[in-house]
C-alpha cells in the first residue's frame, strides 16, 4: 500500500513565529531594565572589593619591566631556582 502525500499541515498558530515568543517578552523587559538597579554594599563589602581588584593582583610596572628585558634579549633566569621551585610543588603534591 502506497501512501500518498496529502499535503497535511498541522495547525501551529504563532508558537512558530519567533516575534511573538515570551522569551522574546523577557528578553525586552530584561534589556529594557538593565542598569536602573542601585546596590548599597556594607563596608566589608566595599573592602572585600578593594582588596579582589584585579588592579591589586598584577605589578604593572614589573611586567613591563620582564617585556622590556625579553624583547632586549637582558633577560636572565636561574634555572636551578625554577628547577628547586618545580620539586618542591611535586614534593608537596606527594604528600
Given at each position: ?77 636561574d ?7 618545580i ?9
Open positions: 500500500m502506497k501512501i500518498t502525500n496529502n499535503n497535511y499541515r498541522p495547525n501551529l498558530p504563532d508558537r512558530l513565529n519567533t516575534k511573538n515568543t515570551a522569551a522574546n517578552a523577557y528578553q525586552k523587559t530584561a534589556s529594557a531594565s538593565q542598569g536602573s538597579a542601585a546596590v548599597d554594599l556594607s563596608p566589608a563589602a566595599r573592602q572585600l572589593q578593594q582588596l579582589h581588584s584585579p588592579s591589586n593582583d598584577i605589578d604593572m610596572d614589573r611586567v613591563q619591566a620582564l617585556r622590556d628585558a625579553i624583547a632586549n634579549g637582558t633577560l636572565e633566569m634555572t636551578s631556582r625554577i628547577a628547586d621551585g620539586i618542591n610543588s611535586a614534593r608537596d603534591l606527594l604528600k
